[in-house]
């Protein structure tokens, strides 16, 4: 009881709340304060949508809806937008008993007004509404009648349908399309009939748009065959086996051997790779079996049916094919054992990647072929074999298919591995399918500073760039190895690749050497922070640039190492953050020349920058250098 | 020969579902062997119209210059737009292309194999539906409609006319997004729990006094299905920040902007392109603090949580995390985990490495693209329940299968909207 009542205070407290809130919101839609009158619709909105709530109170919703008509009736003048939103309020909230108060406004003398009140009927439940709509649609003019016919089939009632299929005999191109779209969308089972006989008189160019009603409401066989095989366009002939298959396998047959058996059919592969997904067994199995003989583009389309369909059984027939094929079906022969293969698989790939060891199709083909004892074979082939160039190759396969132990003796290889060759062959490997063992080896290799080390800092960047976590490799790999490093010469090894990590804290250290004067290792620390991938470096080249002694060769460097990020598309950062780095270079400048120089990259604005730089931008329009440089890069239109 | 066993059941189901793109490389066949919908383009190539000449379409107008792409005519119903669009083409080595205001026209062309569709949201479905009815192949930008209605209609238009659509959810095709989810579908990380994504914020739609409507701008059809309203420069503006995006009549604000991308990778990254959330609740509501929506099994996402680390979507699994954004940037925790090459055991996702190339290797070969129509109405269904919910204010409850709102119906009338008088929906 306690519950109760003190719902039914909240209920009131609440309508009272709106009733009184109500007004004012009315009042702002007059206004001549646009923002006003947008605060007034998010806020009526807001108050119509608590209002219609699971629950909530009815007498305060009919009360609210009688407020707007109102409103919309009221003969004052009112700006047209808001007595249109008020209309669209109706349609979005309004309840079945508002529906006859709309039809006035269905001849308001503005054209939105009456197709507003339409659409608003259109949208409020009940059978007052459909009724309304049925009236109006009666008493439209041909040219008004469409919309009205449309309403109806956005309501999804049925009862409608009588009355649409006498529109639909009057003729009239017009109405005969916007009925024969509704009677689709209506799903009108009764209106097959009519519909095919419009059909038959219809004019080439409304033909399509009683097709597409017919597919909707769903066609039986014979009116299906017929479309299947004449019907207006492919598309529509595909739509009408689609319904033909379910309604008559035999016919669908039928029909599919007819136009099969046309080699100029325009819809010719269109039906066979439907065939292949419609057709019963028997039939699918004679086209699968024919991919050997057939033709090159009915081969394609099989193939490509047979990847969808991970049709394994047919691996050997490709096999057979794969050894004198070329060009477009050598590829889809190799993406589809990429798709199906087996085992019995591998070693044809292997020598389809011998032949082209650049194929990127027989590189993903080996990739994903799931074959573990291929991969078993691989292993040992690379630890085993006697023959150095069966070792190379299958190093090679190491890299595509990464079975799990690959890194493990790749690394081991690129420790222990007397062979030049071979050793220079597993660090390529790594490259690609190297782990974090794999980074603190190469790291190692690098600090030895042997022979081997400028291979090792190529294959060591890669494999950092590509294994990521940049900060987590720096603190457990690299820093310990630089700080445990015996020299500076080792060092720069390192620290020449140290973009490969770009984090925050291998910045850091770089940033910490740059300030030294002193460093060795200064210079190199510069080289790679003149490569460095994000915006991160810009800070430091401002500080570069901006130092009392920084000479002229510093300074020219930073500008050029700026305008690199500023304007890099591969440079990491955001549009923004680039926009104020540009905008600290220039306030930081060391010379009038250095801001213009940094403000050349903005010639030409790129979409984000647009979206950004007038904000970001304003405070250099105070800088008398580069102000009028500044006024003119800001001034471009918007698309 | 051992027959496999196979069924049109499993085809449906694999083919949505599988993988790597056949035929990727160039082909040169016949057209009417190779697909295009039966039509035969001059030397074999895919004849492409160009519909909506605003930012969006300047990245694609680039497919001009594809060996395989023949282009045959710009549209967009602002003068400037077009002649604008006209004239890059020229540049570009095609002199003869046709200028056309009216889309209509590009469907009544038979010759015409496929067309780009980069217009404002709110014209998305009817153009599309239009262009697969002729016969034609869509790309159409995301999201892919502005009402889940108009999604279903989309979805079965492309079912049963066998089309080859792509959204441009091009994050799909972005090998960093691949590997995030793909991390996320072999269980890297454990049981999924939750997922934060970051979309950011619009200024609020701006009412502004009646302009005059530019010479040779048909501002009319441009409002096209949406209620009308006075012109103003703003309003039809194209750009990231602000103009028609920020308006609900003719876009989703950001669930439609950065959502369609980005809860798009979190479907695909779960597993969920067939299917959806079950529950919406916006922020605001019982003090939530952020909107979320929650599937089935309790997996809940959360929109602008701060604690993203920077990233665009953060993956929260029982074993670890999965942070993604774009410019390739992946991380992980436990850190190593980034560092963790694919081994073969791994299920593979579908790849695709060029989202346009994609869809063009689709129209030859007739593969479903990585980004179909059925797939990109269920991400933008999330956007549009997302933004119901918001602008109701209240939590939506969704059941995915039937695709219905479950127990209000007033909410439920937001899944579509009439169009005004002369733009019904072609379908």
Not at chain 1, 603 to 627: K, S
Request: aromatic share 6%; with cysteine; proline share 6%.
């Amino acid at each position: 009881m306690r519950h109760f009542l003190l719902t039914c205070l909240f209920s009131l407290a609440a309508s009272c709340l709106i009733a009184t809130d109500l007004d004012p919101l009315l009042l702002d839609l007059r206004s001549d304060d646009y923002s006003s009158r947008e605060t007034a619709r998010s806020e009526l909105t807001r108050v119509f949508a608590e209002a219609t709530a699971p629950g909530a109170e009815l007498a305060n919703r009919k009360r609210l809806e009688e407020e707007i008509l109102e409103q919309v009736r009221d003969t004052s003048p009112m700006p047209l937008p808001s007595r249109l939103f008020l209309i669209r309020l109706i349609e979005r909230f309004g309840s079945p008993g508002i529906a006859k108060a709309i039809v006035p406004l269905l001849d308001d003398s503005e054209k939105e007004v009456r197709d507003s009140a339409r659409r608003a009927l259109t949208a409020i439940p009940g059978d007052n509404a459909f009724n309304l709509l049925l009236e109006a649609l009666e008493q439209a003019s041909s040219t008004e009648k469409p919309a009205f016919i449309d309403a109806l089939a956005y309501r999804g009632d049925h009862r409608a349908i009588p009355a649409l299929v006498e529109i639909l005999q009057s003729g009239d191109p017009a109405l005969v399309s916007s009925t024969a779209l509704a009677l689709g969308k209506l799903d009108a089972e009764d209106a097959i009939a009519p519909l095919f006989a419009a059909y038959r008189n219809a004019l080439p160019e409304i033909r399509p748009i009683i097709e597409t009603a017919l597919l909707d409401i769903g066609i039986d066989g014979d009116i299906a065959y017929h479309l299947s095989l004449k019907g207006s366009s492919p598309a529509i002939r595909i739509g009408a086996f689609h319904q033909l298959a379910d309604a008559s396998p035999e016919r669908a047959q039928q029909a599919l051997d007819s136009i099969l058996s046309r080699r100029d059919d325009p819809a010719r592969a269109l039906f066979l790779h439907e065939a292949l997904v419609q057709a019963s067994a028997p039939e699918m199995d004679a086209i699968l079996d024919s991919l050997e003989n057939a033709p090159l583009d009915d081969q394609l389309v099989i193939l490509s049916a047979i990847a969808d369909l991970r049709l394994s059984a047919y691996e050997s027939t490709i096999l057979n094919l794969l050894p004198d094929s070329e060009g477009a079906l050598r590829t889809a022969l190799v993406q589809t054992l990429g798709l199906i293969g087996s085992e019995a698989s591998f070693e044809p790939l292997v020598s389809a990647f011998q032949d082209d060891p650049d194929n990127d199709e027989v590189h993903n083909a080996l990739a994903r072929l799931p074959a573990p004892v291929a991969n078993a074979t691989a292993l040992s082939q690379v630890a085993n074999s006697k023959d150095r160039p069966t070792r190379l190759l299958y190093m090679k396969i190491l890299a595509i298919r990464n079975p799990q132990g690959s890194a493990e003796l790749l690394n081991s290889m690129v420790r222990n591995e007397g062979n030049k060759a071979l050793r220079e062959a597993a660090l390529d490997a790594l490259e690609s399918v190297g782990n974090i063992e794999s980074v603190r080896t190469l790291v190692n290799l690098v600090l030895l500073d042997d022979a081997f080390t400028r291979s090792a800092q190529r294959a060591l960047k890669r494999l950092s760039v590509s294994l990521g976590a940049a900060d987590y490799q720096w603190k457990t790999i690299y820093l310990p190895a630089l700080e445990a490093a015996g020299s500076d010469e080792a060092r720069e090894g390192l620290i020449l690749i140290l973009d490969g990590v770009p984090g925050e804290l291998s910045l850091d250290y770089l940033s910490s050497l740059i300030a030294d004067d002193s460093s060795a290792l200064r210079p190199a620390a510069l080289r790679t922070l003149a490569r460095w991938p994000s915006v991160d470096a810009g800070d430091i080249w401002i500080t570069i640039a901006s130092r009392q002694d920084a000479s002229k060769r510093e300074v020219a460097t930073a500008s050029k190492a700026l305008k690199r990020i500023l304007e890099g598309r591969d440079i990491q950062g955001s549009a923004d953050d680039k926009l104020e780095l540009a905008v600290r270079a220039v306030q930081t400048a060391p010379s009038a020349d250095f801001k213009r120089d940094i403000l050349s990259v903005y010639d030409e604005l790129n979409g984000g920058q647009q979206r950004y730089i007038r904000e970001i931008f304003d405070p250099l329009l105070g800088d008398a250098d580069v102000a009028t440089r500044v006024a003119e890069i800001l001034d471009f239109e918007e698309e | 020969m051992q027959k496999p066993n196979y069924s049109r059941r499993d085809f449906i189901k694999q083919g949505a579902a599988l993988g790597a793109s056949l035929f990727a490389a160039p082909l040169v066949l016949r057209a009417e062997t190779i697909g295009l919908n039966g039509r035969t383009g001059p030397n074999s190539r895919i004849n492409l119209a160009f519909i909506g000449n605003g930012k969006i379409m300047g990245g694609h107008l680039s497919l001009a210059g594809h060996d395989w792409v023949q282009p045959r005519y710009i549209c967009d119903v602002k003068a400037n737009r077009l002649e604008a669009g006209k004239e890059e083409l020229k540049e570009r080595g095609f002199p003869d292309v046709i200028a056309a205001p009216d889309f209509e026209d590009i469907m009544a062309d038979p010759s015409v194999d496929a067309v780009v569709i980069g217009t404002p949201d709110h014209w998305h479905a009817a153009i599309a539906i239009a262009a697969m009815r002729a016969g034609k192949d869509v790309y159409v930008e995301k999201p892919m409609t502005l009402t889940i209605a108009e999604g279903k209609v989309m979805a079965e238009a492309e079912k049963r006319y066998g089309s080859i659509l792509q959204v441009g959810s091009q994050q799909r095709s972005d090998r960093t997004f691949r590997k995030a989810a793909e991390m996320v579908r072999n269980g890297w990380i454990g049981d999924i729990k939750e997922v934060y994504t970051r979309l950011g914020s619009f200024p609020p739609p701006k009412l502004e006094p009646e302009e005059p409507v530019p010479e040779n701008f048909n501002y009319d059809k441009w409002l096209g299905p949406t209620p009308f309203e006075p012109y103003s420069a703003n309003r039809v503006l194209g750009n990231y920040s602000g103009g028609w995006r920020c308006y609900w009549e003719y876009g989703s604000r950001k669930f439609g902007d950065w959502g369609a991308h980005h809860f798009d990778i979190i479907q695909w990254a779960l597993g969920r392109d067939h299917t959806g959330p079950t529950r919406f609740v916006p922020a605001g509501y019982e003090g939530a603090e952020y909107l979320s929506y929650e599937y089935g099994d309790g997996i809940r996402v959360v929109r602008d949580h701060p604690d993203m680390n920077g990233h665009m979507i953060r993956f929260i699994g029982t074993e670890g995390e999965v942070f993604v954004s774009r410019n390739g940037e992946l991380e992980t925790n436990p850190p190593e985990l980034a560092a963790r090459p694919m081994g073969p055991s791994d299920g593979h996702l579908y790849q695709s490495d060029d989202h346009r190339q994609n869809w063009l290797e689709g129209i030859r070969s007739r593969r479903t693209t990585i980004c179909p129509a059925s797939v990109g109405h269920r991400t933008a269904t999330i956007c549009q329940l997302a933004a119901i919910a918001s602008r109701l204010g209240r939590p939506i409850q969704w059941n995915p299968e039937i695709q219905a709102i479950i127990g209000d119906s007033e909410a439920s009338r937001w899944l579509d909207r009439p169009r005004r008088a002369g733009y019904e929906l072609p379908a």
